[in-house]
């Protein structure tokens, strides 16, 4: 088991969820982690952050360069063109020991990206704090992604629905 993570933050929140599973300083579009698995995720729509065809088949590339043949792959990827909702809103709050974190975003379509504002609220015994992220998701269709994989020998199916609406992509490596 191992982990890939470019974001210094997100790789020592993953390092102290999963204790003695390598977290490795990588790029999803060429990490080369030198050995293979049985199966690879890519989860939380991350793939979408690719600028482009050329990225989204680089990422497709190094995950299949991972797998072991027969290997099974799981991505998330973002919306698709036609089923994005341009102003889309959204929120959350969470609740747990003494602490309260809100999340909001709206999201808007510019060309082939989403255009994603997110405001966190976090309130605990300290006080009240904010920030806000700017994200940037490619839309790809459904072919595209299609495409990407299976240059890269992969053979996937979309599978539409959960966990998000968005559906999963699922295949194995020839």
Request: net charge negative.
């Amino acid at each position: 088991m191992a982990g890939v993570e470019i974001s210094d933050a997100m790789r020592r929140i993953a390092a102290g969820k999963l204790p003695g599973v390598p977290i490795h300083v990588a790029d999803m579009r060429d990490f080369d982690l030198g050995e293979r698995f049985d199966v690879i995720t890519c989860l939380c729509f991350s793939i979408a952050y690719t600028r482009g065809e050329d990225e989204l088949g680089r990422v497709a590339a190094s995950i299949a360069r991972h797998l072991n043949p027969g290997g099974v792959v799981v991505v998330e990827p973002w919306w698709f063109p036609e089923r994005f909702l341009d102003g889309f809103v959204t929120g959350s709050v969470v609740e747990d020991d003494g602490r309260v974190v809100s999340r909001v975003s709206h999201s808007v379509r510019d060309g082939r990206t989403t255009r994603m504002t997110v405001r966190f609220t976090i309130a605990d015994r300290s006080g009240i704090r904010e920030f806000t992220e700017q994200e940037v998701l490619s839309l790809f269709t459904e072919a595209e992604y299609a495409s990407a994989f299976a240059h890269a020998g992969l053979r996937v199916e979309h599978l539409a629905g959960p966990p998000n609406g968005r559906g999963l992509f699922v295949g194995v490596r020839d």
